[in-house]
């Protein structure tokens, strides 16, 4: 949903769309211009500030710290806020140099000159860029406006004016592998028919790739992924084409209108969960003093930070109440085609007897998943002399059945020997 479309609504129902937030703690990142060696450099503080919603002439919340008073215009900063509480939010403030070039701002009361401010205001579901406009009867400086930036005094209120808005509700985005993604990017002007330009950048690998382009002056697009009929009514978002590699990267969306660039980044990355699978089976039979290697592997996911522990749980102990961590080894981590990682997790078991009926669980934690996932097998341990008892008892019975039978045989002759005589 766009601005315009938000504000209307807002305008036309019941419904509370406006923040009641009256004022916002602020850090405040100053710079002042002083000359060493004879360049310009550039000194800057920070302080805290208070941000306040008013109309020109309220008196601060906080008279003995600066304050930037954010006064009616046809943006209200407070609409892109929603139901966040004031604890929610980290707000920062710059000022911002139009590096020499002055424009008279349309909707500007008077000819002087304005002074400009960035505020950023961050939720963990959304980040809102704006510029504050402060008025002046100052000419413009005719040099680079930082030179003679005044100082900015504790207790002094400065009255300003929202000109532009961008807010984007995807300030962080996790996507699998061969899935489209949105990444939402909203913007506002204070002002009709304003000749904007929007632009989608994205870093990553240490390179810089231009995604899209829009000129409303020229009418010149570059590039795919953004509506051009949802960009007028302000809705910027751009279309992530399906991803068939594992990769991180950020997306910014840009809007300018002279002298003005207004940015909020998006931070993506694919997120592939692991499958978990090991080399035998949920049941393994084994010989005392046998050696055996058990495997436990994550496979296929992204990105590369896993953790994979080993335990050990006999649940006829009583004495155990917990389970008891193993000693692992790891191979090295394994790239797979499509960007994706695997990784190996090994134990070696020599059990005895006494072990058998004990559990080796395997537990994979991935930043993907909500739960770890674990896998689990029991060994069973055979007794040799159990073995050799048995064997005995088997070899036993079938030496006194074959003389059972032999005797059977003999006396069954013997019968018959018997029938046969005269008497």
């Known amino acids: 949903m766009g601005f315009k479309t938000l504000l209307h609504l807002c305008l036309y129902t019941a419904v509370q769309c406006v923040s009641d937030i009256r004022a916002l703690n602020c850090k405040f990142s100053d710079q002042k211009s002083f000359l060493n060696n004879g360049t310009h450099d550039i000194d800057i503080s920070h302080k805290d500030v208070i941000l306040q919603f008013g109309q020109k002439g309220d008196a601060p919340v906080k008279p003995d710290t600066v304050t930037f008073l954010l ?19 980290a707000c920062e403030l710059h000022r911002h140099s139009t ?40 000419p413009a400086p005719g040099r680079h406006d930082y030179h003679n930036w005044a100082v900015i005094k504790d207790g002094e209120v400065l009255t300003t004016i929202v000109a532009l808005v961008v807010k984007t509700n995807t300030p962080e985005v996790k996507s699998a592998l061969g899935t489209q993604t949105k990444l939402d990017c909203q913007f506002a002007i204070d002002h009709e028919g304003a000749d904007y330009t929007v632009e989608w950048f994205s870093y990553g ?149 006494k072990d058998s009926g004990t559990m080796y669980i395997c537990s994979v934690f991935h930043q993907s998943l909500r739960v ?39 006396c069954s002759a013997r019968r018959r020997r018997s029938r046969r005589l005269p008497y």
């Open 71 to 89: 006064t009616g215009s046809s943006l209200d900063l407070r609409l892109y806020l929603g139901k966040a509480d004031e604890d929610q939010l």
């Open 99 to 138: 590096n020499g070039v002055h424009v008279q701002w349309p909707l500007q009361e008077t000819h002087g000159y304005n002074y400009w401010y960035n505020c950023i205001i961050r939720h963990s579901l959304f980040t809102v860029t704006s510029f504050l406009r402060q008025p002046s009867t100052n």
């Open 205 to 353: 690998n240490g390179q810089r790739n231009q995604l899209f382009s829009h000129s409303r002056r020229s009418g010149l697009t570059q590039g795919t992924g953004v509506n051009l009929k949802a960009l007028e009514k302000g809705d910027a978002s751009y279309d992530l084409p399906a991803a068939d590699k594992g990769s991180q990267q950020t997306f910014v969306c840009s809007v300018s209108v002279k002298p003005l660039v207004a940015t909020v980044n998006i931070d993506w990355t694919i997120e592939e969960k692991p499958k978990v699978f090991l080399n035998v089976p949920p049941v393994l039979s084994m010989k005392e003093g046998e050696v055996k290697r058990i495997e436990c592997r994550a496979d296929h996911y992204y990105p590369q930070d896993v953790k994979m522990i080993w335990y050990w749980y006999k649940p006829t102990a009583s004495s155990q109440i917990d389970p008891d961590v193993l000693n692992k080894t790891h191979s090295s981590h394994m790239s797979n085609n499509d960007g994706t990682v695997s990784l190996d997790a090994y134990i070696n078991i020599r059990p005895s007897v």
């Open 372 to 410: 770890p996932i674990r896998m689990s097998i029991i060994i069973q341990v055979e007794d040799p002399n159990q073995q050799l008892l048995i064997f005995s008892t088997l070899f036993t019975t079938i030496i006194i059945s074959a003389l059972l039978y032999m005797i059977h045989k003999m």
